[in-house]
């Protein structure tokens, strides 16, 4: 986490604009009038929590996060405003130890690295004639071309050297590589190769949307093992992830509910057919770290796991882990905007799908949306599936069996804190052994010797609790709104930028020529990268010549550790200005198309909030926005189209050699 990112997870942005503008809710957003122009009629200036950003869809047609919002309230510079900010959420602006660097600057180059590694997969997946064993498995489980391109599905080569090869000639060593876990390393031959040959690749995203690893598919019949995931690294511990939570996190929120099932092909199934709330676990049980992830947008979970005996096994593991991470005393400290207030109980409703024999989420919901609508509707509540399952098939004669059933029950019946809720389950219980519930009442539970540790630690005098400072403070969700594709662009654009600044006036031109703005500080998504981009505007301005060294004398500490994963970047072997400049355009246009596609999306989903609430006013607003915003998409492919055919032309002749 970045320290701009650590910022922004304590501050609310709600509460910031609320000390200069007044705001007035509008479904789950705020709105009010632009502080940035005169304007008394329309409330046309919106802030949205979820996402913790601002846009006016006034005269100003700006918007932005945290900082672009206080640095054009305040006229700050990002160094002002990264002061400031950090001093009002507790956090410490410190030089990071040369140990500290490295780790980063590692750590954003592994990412770099399994992004490009995704999009040379993709590029096989599509266009690659040995792909059509995996463009013919993809067909089979009925996913379409849309499904393929927002989960990046690729191809690895039936290669033992292929992707070693291609990486190699980029630049990576075969250390970083292995690092990655692209390669695997046979220590007792000294050879390495690549770690996947002939899978269907599955790119795999932490909470933030950042590619950490990979899950590949076989490809043949009687292939071992059937799923191979990326091996632990910096990056990828699967005990901390969910696949497809960066994509499902919005989903979660509105459903207030969240779907968790076993596989890949499940998640793409449901997302395909609506079901955005849907994620998988990434191991056979369901781990804290992966619970406490989802914590931050639902406290329901319905847990949709295979019917088979593994499947019921490992429902019953997790649903042990999930007993003792969400109904459980916690300190949690929180107002109606995130910030830190009381304490209080964090509890979670978990419940259960009983999966039909035979079938998974991927079946059911290819073979009717509306069964798995109903199943997930009713789903069991925790403590009653554990009774059906434990019940099953159970010899009601055998005194000792029930006893066991019992014992396996009870823990988790005395675990409910509501007196009515743990009364109702020792009935059913009760009635499903079919003996006394006062007879149940007195079955003493062995107690286990890490349970014997705890209660001889809560015996002990409660210590004092210290003062509750910033650094205690949960920290809101990670939420962004900007696909990695765009932020990895915007990263490449920089770097070719500082190689080459001269370029920086020829993307201007070609840009200008096919109708559209100049590269602007506000077309890039992280508030480091707008300050970078502004400070080479100033430095081109006074000189005619600017080097590295300039740039990175003018930067103050936070903007320098920005700039240096920046250059670590692969570097292109394309050195001829005009190409370059072809490459960056289209690269602006693109990101520029996925910005204004987004905006649309979530214009078309706060109307209907809007009208939903009868709220006309704002309702106005976004019907504008949605005649306006088509008309963007349409000049912006225009724009793409003309710079698409000017590149491939200026190519040919090159092969021509008419240049």
């Not at 409703?349 to 199943?375: C, F, H, Y």
């Not at 949960?474 to 080459?500: E, I, V, Y």
């Not at 005009?578 to 706060?606: C, F, G, M, P």
């Amino acid at each position: 986490m970045t320290v701009t990112e650590d910022i922004k997870s304590r501050l609310d942005l709600v509460d910031i604009v609320s000390e200069s503008v007044s705001l007035r809710r509008s479904g789950r957003n705020y709105a009010g009038f632009c502080p940035f122009h005169q304007n008394t009629r329309t409330p046309a200036f919106f802030v949205f929590p979820e996402t913790q950003t601002w846009r006016c869809f006034g005269a100003c047609a700006e918007g932005g996060d945290l900082f672009s919002f206080v640095m054009k309230k305040e006229g700050w510079e990002f160094k002002e405003a990264l002061k400031n900010m950090a001093q009002r959420a507790g956090v410490t602006l410190e030089e990071q130890t040369p140990v500290d660097k490295e780790k980063r600057a590692a750590h954003n180059k592994q990412a770099g690295l399994l992004q490009a590694a995704a999009d040379y997969f993709h590029q096989l997946f599509l266009y690659a004639p040995q792909g059509e064993v995996a463009r013919q498995y993809v067909a089979r489980r009925s996913l379409n071309e849309e499904t393929i391109e927002h989960f990046v599905l690729g191809f690895a080569l039936d290669s033992w050297d292929d992707f070693r090869s291609h990486f190699n000639m980029q630049g990576y060593s075969d250390q970083e590589l292995l690092a990655a876990g692209l390669l695997t390393e046979n220590v007792d031959k000294g050879s390495k190769y690549d770690r996947f040959r002939n899978r269907l690749m599955i790119p795999i995203r932490d909470v933030d949307g950042r590619i950490v690893g990979f899950g590949a598919r076989t490809l043949e019949k009687d292939g071992i093992p059937k799923y191979l995931n990326s091996p632990q690294t910096a990056l990828f511990d699967k005990s901390h992830l969910l696949y497809g939570l960066d994509g499902a996190k919005r989903a979660i929120r509105e459903a207030r509910q969240a779907v968790i099932v076993e596989g890949y092909m499940d998640v793409m199934q449901a997302w395909q057919a609506g079901f955005r709330n849907v994620v998988a676990q990434m191991g056979t049980a369901l781990t804290e770290q992966q619970l406490r992830l989802l914590k931050r947008y639902t406290k329901q979970f319905v847990l949709a796991l295979d019917a088979d005996a593994a499947g019921q096994n490992a429902t019953l593991r997790s649903l042990q882990v999930a007993r003792e991470t969400l109904d459980r005393e916690v300190d949690v400290k929180f107002d109606a905007h995130g910030l830190v207030q009381q304490e209080g109980r964090l509890q979670a409703d978990i419940r259960v799908i009983t999966m039909p024999d035979g079938k998974d989420p991927d079946n059911i919901i290819q073979e009717s949306p509306e069964a798995w609508t109903k199943l997930v509707a009713q789903a069991k509540p925790v403590v009653a599936y554990v009774i059906d399952v434990a019940t099953q098939g159970l010899d009601m004669n055998d005194a000792k069996a029930k006893t066991a059933v019992a014992q396996q029950v009870l823990p988790l019946i005395k675990d409910i804190q509501e007196p009515i809720e743990r009364d109702h389950y020792w009935q059913q219980l009760a009635h499903a052994l079919r003996i006394d519930e006062r007879a149940l009442r007195q079955i003493r539970l062995p107690v286990k010797p890490h349970q014997a540790a705890k209660i001889s630690q809560a015996t002990k005098p409660a210590q004092p609790k210290g003062h509750v400072g910033w650094a205690t403070v949960p920290r809101k969700g990670q939420t962004s709104m900007n696909p990695l594709a765009t932020d990895m662009r915007q990263s490449d654009f920089l770097h070719h930028c500082m190689r080459f600044p001269q370029v920086i006036l020829r993307v201007n031109q070609k840009l200008g020529e096919c109708g559209q703005p100049q590269v602007a500080d506000e077309d890039f998504l992280l508030a480091e990268d707008r300050a970078i981009m502004r400070q080479m505007y100033q430095l081109i301005a006074s000189s005619s010549v600017v080097t590295i060294d300039e740039l990175w004398d003018s930067l103050e500490q936070t903007l320098q550790d920005r700039l240096k994963f920046l250059l670590t970047l692969p570097q292109s072997p394309e050195t001829e200005l005009e190409r370059i400049a072809d490459t960056l355009v289209l690269s602006v246009l693109d990101w520029r198309l996925a910005k204004v596609r987004q905006l649309l999306s979530e214009v078309n989903h706060l109307l209907h909030e809007a009208q939903a609430e009868n709220d006309m006013e704002t309702l106005a607003i976004y019907q504008q926005q949605l005649r306006e915003l088509p008309l963007a998409v349409l000049q912006l492919n225009k724009a793409r189209d003309s710079m698409s055919a000017t590149s491939r032309r200026r190519a040919e002749d090159a092969l021509n050699g008419r240049f």
